[in-house]
């Protein structure tokens, strides 16, 4: 039943960005015509209805995927269209970490680096991904046994933290 699900939400999310991409091209046609007729005085027509629709159904596919792994199964289709790259991270930042997002870019960052070299814990590991759905630098350097390290490497060379390489993936690591 879940799968079913999943892929019923999957086919009305890539029926949904068809119609947005469509309507922003049409949208971007409308406004040349207008800025052609000088027709200054309409507002372009908003389609809020069309948002609302995209953010519920990413919110509803985004929360039956791990924290690890926010757009399982959807990566093909989002690769496609950056927009909605941006859109997805947006709403997992929403679904999976709504307290953090409030942090600035340094307090993210100097909490993931304090959780990655501190003593693993699953907990620890859960709120490391919190913090990189935040906005949290994905590439920045950890200190390791007295070497600095990226996060991926530190994972490679440890073992630990397996569950974030996904998310780092998702989230622009250089490796």
């Known amino acids: 039943m879940k799968t ?28 040349s015509t207008k800025k052609r007729r000088r027709e200054e005085d309409i507002e372009p027509v ?15 596919l985004i929360q039956y995927n791990s924290i690890f792994n926010p757009f399982h199964s959807m990566e093909a289709e989002l690769s496609r269209y950056p ?36 003593q693993y814990t699953k907990e620890k590991e859960i709120e490391a991904a919190k913090l990189i759905i935040a906005g949290a630098n994905p590439n920045i350097i950890i200190n390791y046994n007295n070497n600095n390290s990226s996060i991926s490497n530190f994972i490679n060379n440890t073992g630990k933290f397996l569950n974030l ?6 989230y622009g690591s250089l490796g």
Do not use: G, W
């Open 4 to 31: 079913i699900f999943k892929i019923l939400s999957f086919f009305m999310f890539m029926n949904i960005s068809t119609q947005i991409i469509t309507m922003q091209t049409d949208t971007e046609q409308k406004e």
């Open 165 to 170: 390489a996904v998310l780092l993936k998702i």
């Open 46 to 60: 908003k389609h809020e209805p069309i948002n609302d629709v995209l953010h519920t159904t990413l919110t509803t």
């Open 83 to 118: 927009q909605l790259i941006y859109n997805a991270k947006e709403v997992a930042k929403e679904v999976f970490a709504p307290n953090e997002s409030s942090l600035t870019q340094q307090e993210l960052n100097r909490k993931l680096k304090s959780i990655l070299e501190s």
